[in-house]
Nanobody
Framework: QVQLVESGGGSVLAGNSLRLSCVVS????????LAWFRQAPGKEREGVAR???????????YYADSAKGRFTISRDNAKNMFFLQMNNLKPEDTANYYC????????????????WGQGTQVTVSS
């Protein structure tokens, strides 16, 4: 069974950076969608970024408007890992962040993803 474990969260001041990592145990196929979601207290889970596993999938990265220009999703297939580099963090980025995977090329919607990590907390203070 495929499982995901994310790490890298923490408490930082606004303007600082964090890099989240997700280790994928099991099969990471070319057709997989790899994604980051976040959920703040009292809010629904929202997509942050998505990337495909296949070679040259950099063409098919997708970012939520809130992440564009600040966050970068990347992968290292040889290490079965993918990442979310978060720069210029803002208090509104505070949330529990989840990595997720789907076995098809799918949009960045939580309902499309069937494998989830347990979450890592990101807290940004001003």
């Amino acid at each position: 069974q495929v499982q995901l474990v994310e790490s890298g969260g923490g408490s930082v001041l606004a303007g600082n950076s964090l890099r989240l990592s997700c280790v994928v145990s099991g099969w990471m196929a070319d057709q997989y969608s790899l994604a980051w979601f976040r959920q703040a207290p009292g809010k629904e889970r929202e997509g942050v970024a998505r990337i495909l596993c296949e070679e040259d999938s950099v063409r098919d990265t997708y970012y939520a408007d809130s992440a564009k220009g600040r966050f970068t999703i990347s992968r290292d297939n040889a290490k079965n890992m993918f990442f979310l580099q978060m720069n210029n963090l803002k208090p509104e980025d505070t949330a529990n962040y989840y990595c997720a995977a789907a076995r098809r090329w799918v949009p960045l919607l939580a309902a499309n993803y069937n494998v989830w990590g347990q979450g890592t907390q990101v807290t940004v203070s001003s």
